[in-house]
């Protein structure tokens, strides 16, 4: 079985101080990376995808990517009280003839003012 | 474009009735998913589309469900007859082309069985 684990959380940090969350799949295979947010009552949204090892950047969003020791993570700097959501890691994997996005349950993130 | 929309937004009903759900993807996009989403098992696809084809709906769960996609504008999720253990967000999202692009969900149908 081909997992994705997070921290279910609540990740609880202050207004303006930077929100680390992370996240390790099992298969080695895996390719293609996705962080998406989900606000209570609402449907996911994508923020930042990741292919290959190490940083990117995307405002004040960074996805860092390590395969030898299958992790990901997201940093968001300066948090906002509009951070506050649960984040879904996903992870692409290779199911037979099908590549299929395998998801975490995510982990729920308060920022505080 | 209006984005993926979905229908009913929510959805109770008593254990046996027919449950159908409705999703209209982008416009353009040629891959579907339906997805249920549950506090306990997070996000699990049920079955996808391509160019209105079924290509994989082992997570269906059982016989009881069925989905259709009859044109490249509209798709059906229905659960017959319905239980309690099959209340849930259902979520459609379509994406454009193949690979692992941006996935566009709907806002999803909340069904709940009595």
């Known amino acids: 079985q081909k997992e994705v684990e997070q921290n279910s959380g609540p990740l609880s940090v202050p207004e303006g101080a930077i929100a680390s969350l992370n996240c390790t799949y099992s298969?080695?295979?895996?390719?293609?990376f996705f962080w998406y947010r989900q606000y209570s009552g609402k449907s996911p949204e994508l923020i930042m995808f990741?292919?290959s090892n190490g940083d990117k950047e995307d405002g004040r969003f960074t996805a860092q990517l390590n395969k030898a020791s299958q992790y990901v993570s997201l940093l968001i700097r300066d948090s906002q009280p509009s951070d506050s959501a649960t984040y879904l890691c996903a992870v692409t994997t290779n199911a037979g003839n099908n590549r299929k996005l395998i998801w975490g349950l995510g982990t729920s993130l308060a920022v505080n003012p | 474009d209006a984005g993926v929309i979905q229908s009913p937004r929510h959805e109770v009903t008593e254990m046996g009735q027919e449950v159908t759900l409705r999703c209209k993807p982008i416009s353009g996009h040629d891959y579907l998913f339906w997805y249920r989403q549950t506090m306990m098992r997070g996000l699990e696809l049920l079955i996808y589309f391509n160019n209105n084809v079924p290509i994989d709906d082992s997570g269906m769960p059982e016989d009881r469900f069925s989905a259709k996609m009859p044109n490249a504008s509209f798709s059906t999720l229905k659960i017959q007859p319905s239980e309690p253990r099959d209340s849930a967000v259902y979520f459609c999202?379509?994406?454009?082309?193949?690979?692992?692009?941006?996935?566009?969900f709907g806002e999803g149908s909340r069904l709940t069985v009595l």
């Open positions: 298969d080695r295979g895996s390719q293609s």
């Open positions: 990741i292919y």
């Open positions: 999202a379509s994406r454009e082309g193949p690979g692992t692009g941006e996935l566009f």
